[in-house]
């Protein structure tokens, strides 16, 4: 049987989705850096925008901080 894929993750399937430790994830919560918001007590993180942050955060620097440049001079 399939593992079934949820659209909203707890820290635990997150950090293994990310490939990261639950330590770097709570880290990267609390400094606000990484998409996710708080269910009750439990901080839950949705796939499909975890999936944009990471494609945003695999764009070369030199390009995002040339379209924040140019932004500025439009």
Do not use: H, N
Not at 23 to 46: H, M
């Amino acid at each position: 049987m399939a593992a079934e894929i949820r659209e909203v993750m707890g820290i635990r399937e997150a950090s293994e989705y990310l490939g990261v430790s639950r330590t770097t994830l709570d880290k990267y919560i609390r400094e606000g850096r990484i998409p996710a918001f708080k269910l009750g007590k439990r901080w839950k993180f949705k796939r499909s925008v975890l999936d944009q942050w990471m494609e945003k955060q695999s764009t070369p620097r030199e390009k995002r901080e040339g379209r924040k440049r140019r932004a500025g001079f439009g």
